[in-house]
Nanobody, 116 residues
Framework: VQLQASGGGLVQAGGSLRLSCAAS????????FAWFRQAPGKEREGVAY?????????LYSDSVKGRFSISRDDAGNTVYLQMNSLKPEDTAVYYC?????????WGKGTQVTVSS
């Protein structure tokens, strides 16, 4: 199983970015997936979660609720994190995560930097 994250970059406060995480070696729709982030000097935190299977549950951290949106493209076996109204405090390395076969799989992080 491999996860390839992309889409990070430098954006001004108030701007938007869309992160992508392409999966190989498994079918994303069958498993729960999430986005985490880690800012310098801070612990990794979960920001968005989507359960797998037919009845999807989506959860967001309070810090991103109403601004971020997690989604999945089954045809492309890719998950996305749409990030709007970005703030400087959203600056972090973002990681995608899938829980499958009794373990967690992580993509390499993608840097998001929001300037004020």
């Amino acid at each position: 199983v491999q996860l390839q994250a992309s889409g990070g970059g430098l954006v001004q406060a108030g701007g938007s970015l869309r992160l992508s995480c392409a999966a190989s070696g498994l079918t994303l729709g069958n498993f729960a997936f999430a986005w985490f982030r880690q800012a310098p000097g801070k612990e990794r935190e979960g920001v968005a979660y989507s359960s797998g299977g037919g009845r999807t549950t989506i959860l967001y951290s309070d810090s991103v609720k109403g601004r971020f949106s997690i989604s999945r493209d089954d045809a492309g076996n890719t998950v996305y994190l749409q990030m709007n109204s970005l703030k400087p405090e959203d600056t972090a390395v973002y990681y995608c995560n899938v829980r499958a076969y009794g373990r967690d799989y992580w993509g390499k992080g993608t840097q998001v930097t929001v300037s004020s």
